[in-house]
């Protein structure tokens, strides 16, 4: 078990509707990190919070957005939901020292998204 | 800015070895590799940083070669439990890209 937990593990939307998916960084951990993974892809990188700031950013539009809390806690929150965002949302926790991250992931296993 | 993996695919049998490659088009700061288990979340492997740190598992090995951008994973006498899906991550600035992924499965 890497300690970090995500929530929830499944849910079922619909179109148009919107989500919040919960993480809980592992202790100690001042930085975390959301991917997408569809079915048989690798993860991509929605955005990443260091000491509750976005300072990272894949190439997700603007419905995706995110919070990091003081006690380093995470949110993820998609807006206006479609078909293609079905897929398992990971949140990965890590130490960064200043402004690089050397510190390797610790992952949750994931929430999946179905939309329908 | 996604790094690119090869092979795809790999099926070996227990004792045999095997190398996956990953290369990235950026300067990178440092490589990681992960491996997922199919109904798992991503397990670290092994850190590589620029200028020859390394940091990882006792039986894990890997390269990386900060001039080409290059980084390869070796796994030798495969056993039945390494079979997964392995991933690089790339660390440019302070955010982590994956590949594709090589899915390698291990049969008696």
């Known amino acids: 078990e890497t300690g970090v937990t995500q929530s929830p593990t499944h849910l079922i939307k619909t179109r148009g509707q919107q989500v919040t998916l919960r993480c809980s960084s592992q202790?100690?951990?001042?930085?975390v990190s959301w991917y997408q993974q569809a079915l048989g892809q690798g993860p991509q990188f929605i955005f990443q919070y260091y000491r509750e700031e976005e300072n990272g950013r894949g190439n997700f539009p603007p419905r995706f957005s995110g919070l990091q809390f003081p006690n380093y806690s995470s949110e993820l929150n998609v807006n206006a939901l479609e078909l293609d965002d079905s897929a398992l949302y990971l949140c990965a926790s890590s130490l960064a020292r200043g402004s690089v991250n050397t510190g390797e992931l610790f992952f949750g296993e994931g929430s999946r998204l179905t939309v329908l | 800015q996604q790094p690119v993996q090869s092979p795809q695919a790999v099926i070996l049998r227990e004792g045999e070895d095997a190398v996956i490659n990953c290369s990235s088009s950026k300067a990178l700061y440092s490589v990681h590799w992960y491996r997922q288990k199919h109904g798992e979340a991503p397990v670290f492997l092994m850190i590589l940083l620029k200028g020859g740190e390394q940091k990882g598992h006792e039986k894990i090995s890997a390269s990386f070669n900060e001039k080409k951008q290059q980084s390869s994973l070796y796994l030798t006498a495969s056993q039945l439990s390494y079979s997964g899906t392995y991933f690089c991550?790339?660390?440019?600035?302070?955010?982590?890209?994956f590949g594709a992924g090589t899915r390698l499965t291990v049969k008696p």
């Open positions: 991550g790339t660390v440019k600035l302070n955010d982590m890209r």
């Open positions: 202790s100690g951990h001042n930085t």
